[in-house]
């Protein structure tokens, strides 16, 4: 459903895959990575073609490091009008492979994205594709929807 390349993914036209490739590229260099040096670039579109960017932001305190997928996705959370998620897209440097969002950020998008939400994942020079769901990517979640008992 959400092809690559050709199609496009999940909406986005030729030009709109284009442009999350390279803001998507491009946002590594927001990362503030002085302990790990592995930079993470993040871009969520919505509707109405709207670009949010992020990076990873770590810090000397180890485990209060932010992925760039939640500080992208805290931006767009707190930005008004509130964007309607189309899909997200994250980078690291690496050209062998594509990574892909870590479990807390997983949990993070599953708070604001529907289950065939695409996250799309690229190597380090774009050359390299690849596009799960959320549920592809988190099984069986817990959700909002969950607590309204
Ligand atoms: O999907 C990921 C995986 C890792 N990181 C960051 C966290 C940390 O700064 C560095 C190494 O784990 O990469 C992200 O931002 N997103
Ligand atoms: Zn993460």
Redesign the pocket.
Known sequence: MYLPLKEGVAGLDRDQFEKLKKLTLEARQLAY?PY?K?R?GCCLVAEGDEYYTGA?V?NASYGA?I???RTTIVKAVTSEPKPKWVCLA?A?DSLESC????GI?RQFIREFATQDFPIVMFNGDGSQVRVRTLKELLPLSFGPEDLAF
Request: proline content about 6%; glycine content about 6%; charged content about 10%.
């Open positions: 990575a790990s592995f993470v990873n770590e490091t992925c760039a997928e994250i690291g990574i892909s969002p870590c950020c």
